[in-house]
């Protein structure tokens, strides 16, 4: 299920995110189209739901927020993410597991 969501790139690892800004939750709340869709509390004003994406990456991927950029989507709420450095198999367990019950989900509606 990861290779369906994040691609090794040169240089690290490029993924999707759905973002859903105002959120009273900060998690990963699904797969959508290939990509990870993720609640954060910020508002999409002033850039803020944009840092907040990055802190929440940073968080469950156990990485410096300075390895995180966004690819494109700066002003939409589909966003491409790539991480410094990274490969599809250095992903922690704690964020496998995040995406893992959700593979579960969508196998079971298939």
């Given at each position: 299920m990861l290779r369906k969501i994040f691609e090794d790139r040169k240089g690290g690892l490029e993924f999707s995110v759905?973002?859903?800004?105002?959120?009273?939750?900060?998690?990963?709340?699904?797969?959508?189209?290939?990509?990870?869709?993720?609640?954060?509390?910020?508002?999409?004003?002033?850039?803020?739901?944009?840092?907040?994406?990055?802190?929440?990456?940073?968080?469950?991927?156990?990485i410096a927020q300075s390895k995180i950029s966004i690819k494109r989507g700066q002003k939409s709420r589909t966003k491409t993410l790539f991480i410094d450095d990274m490969s599809?198999?250095?992903?922690?367990?704690?964020?496998?597991?995040?995406?893992?019950?959700?593979e579960l989900i969508q196998n079971k509606l298939l």
């Open positions: 759905y973002l859903t800004p105002g959120s009273s939750r900060e998690e990963i709340i699904g797969i959508v189209q290939g990509g990870l869709k993720i609640a954060v509390h910020a508002k999409p004003t002033d850039n803020q739901a944009n840092r907040a994406i990055i802190d929440f990456i940073s968080s469950i991927f156990k599809i198999d250095d992903i922690p367990d704690e964020a496998r597991a995040s995406i893992a019950k959700f």
